[in-house]
């Protein structure tokens, strides 16, 4: 008889129950979706479209947001911490980062008015930042040759 051992009426298990671990796995996948669209979540800002090659960034730089309410976000998309217009010029001071890269993406609203946003740029000159790069959204038309090619 297989699985016994003997004559001491003990069996040996010969299969694992695999209920509990399937349990658990469909727990955790319902818990990293329901969370996995709130981490990705950064500060909302509807990005003007521009013809432009891509930038092949290695690394993750310093993000400068600005929403259409003129609010700012300093950080990473995941990350960003508000930051008075008054004291943006400290807190890019005060940023390790910053005064170690010398380097910020500015992520401007495009329904902000350019003076405000060239504001922003000449605040960002005067904490010591040297190299502002503009993230944009890639032109419609553009996106729409890419998927042509994928269909040829």
């Known amino acids: 008889m297989a699985g016994s051992s003997g004559g001491s009426g003990r069996q040996t298990l010969t299969e ?18 329901v969370t996995a669209p709130l981490i990705q979540q950064g500060v909302e800002v509807s990005l003007p479209e521009a013809r432009a090659k891509a930038v092949d960034a290695e690394e993750q730089k310093l993000v400068l ?37 010398r380097e910020l993406y500015l992520m401007a609203d495009k329904a902000l008015p350019y003076g405000f946003v060239v504001d922003v740029m000449a605040t ?20 729409r040759d890419k998927s042509q090619e994928g269909r040829r």
Do not use: H, W
């Open 124 to 143: 960002v000159q005067r904490a010591g930042i040297v190299n502002v790069g503009m993230i944009t959204n890639p032109a419609a038309d553009k996106v």
């Open 65 to 101: 947001s600005i929403k259409s309410d003129k609010s700012l976000y300093l950080g990473t998309s995941e990350d960003a911490a508000r930051v008075p217009y008054d004291a943006l010029e400290d807190k890019l001071r005060a940023n390790t980062r910053a005064m170690k890269d």
């Open 16 to 33: 694992i129950n695999v209920t509990p671990l399937v349990d658990v796995m469909l727990v955790l996948l319902i818990i990293f979706m």
